[in-house]
């Protein structure tokens, strides 16, 4: 079976607010990409994925009038996509989403958050996601209060096989710092956020700790925004996001080659415009990671990248599609479950 993590860049823009897909020349949110395309390039990206069960990163919001399930369930009705089901756990309020679109023929899932519901008093062993971790963030001896802007989605996913699975989609994301009047009130915001984000990587991998300590596999996937080398903040906290996820024990083969020391050439999945520049920044920030019980299946990746991987560049219309679908491309598992 295949599935897919996939970040749409503002996917939300795309419906009204009864969840009705808009499909006329307006602006996307995408530069110079209007609606009717933006929508038009995601119908053709899913489809050529045809995965049983896709993580749709920044998902359409789920709000007082929105539903992300209805929206999703109704985008894959106007492209006839098998992916006709739609499941998504605690809505957030970033108007981006975390939800998985699948093909109920072949798999089915359930939202099944684990850990316990602390209030605002929180708790040092993993809670649930939408609650609050304790954790000694800059080592002064005093607890900090952290919470993800973005609770990951955990569910139960059974293929037809009759296998199950631990499916865990994530979006971490360390807040710029926006608004600071000075150079120094700047990075001193900067590094707290990453401290936060480092600790919301510590808090989902004691979750994958007692997932695979159950005797579970565990699948991650998401766009994590962070790996090896990305940042300035790598030498002053030793260890990113991704590393602390990674372990010893889940394997993604795009990570391990980006620790690699010395590497010259690395994947990448994301494709970010930088205006003052005239140039664009390649990244390496969407994952799916696999416990190791589940390397025996046969495990294949791959990144949708129009201009790496060959199949997409030589398809003139998928590639442009992947192009103006989102500034990140999807990554793809193929597995034998």
């Excluded at 006839?80 to 089901?85: E, N, V």
């Amino acid at each position: 079976m295949r599935l897919a993590t996939y970040n749409v860049e503002w996917f939300a823009n795309l419906f009204d607010q009864n969840d009705r897909l808009i499909m006329d020349d307006g602006p996307s949110g995408r530069e110079g990409i209007t609606r009717a395309q933006q929508t038009e390039a995601l119908g053709k990206v899913f489809t050529a994925l045809n995965a049983d069960a896709i993580m749709v990163i920044e998902a359409p919001n789920t709000g007082r009038r929105q539903d992300t399930v209805q929206a999703l369930e109704g985008f894959a009705q106007a492209f006839d996509l098998r992916q006709s089901r739609a499941l998504m756990g605690f809505a957030n309020e970033t108007h981006q989403e975390i939800a998985l679109l699948y093909d109920p023929q072949v798999v089915s899932a359930r939202h099944d958050p684990q850990g316990a519901e602390t209030g605002k008093k929180g708790s040092a062993d993993a809670p649930r996601f939408d609650g609050v971790f304790r954790i000694d963030l800059d080592n002064d001896g005093n607890e900090d209060l952290v919470r993800f802007s973005k609770p990951p989605l955990e569910l139960e996913l059974t293929t037809r096989a009759g296998r199950s699975l631990r499916l865990i989609g994530a979006h971490l994301k360390s807040k710029a710092p926006h608004g600071e009047k000075s150079a120094e009130a700047a990075l001193r915001t900067a590094i707290s956020n990453r401290r936060k984000q480092l600790a919301q990587a510590i808090w989902l991998r004691q979750r994958i700790d007692a997932l695979l300590a159950a005797g579970r596999s565990v699948i991650l996937m998401g766009d994590l925004n962070d790996g090896p080398g990305l940042d300035d903040f790598e030498t002053l906290f030793g260890r990113s996001s991704v590393e602390i996820l990674l372990g010893e024990d889940m394997t993604d083969p795009h990570a391990r080659d980006a620790l690699r020391p010395h590497t010259r050439t690395l994947p990448t999945t994301a494709r970010f415009f930088l205006g003052e520049r005239g140039r664009y920044m390649h990244a390496l920030l969407d994952y799916i990671m696999v416990s190791q019980d589940l390397m025996a299946r046969r495990p294949a990746w791959r990144i949708w990248h129009p201009f790496e991987d060959l199949t997409c560049w030589a398809m003139p219309e998928l590639r442009d599609a992947l192009l103006a679908a989102s500034d990140h491309f999807p990554v793809t598992l193929d597995i034998d479950i």
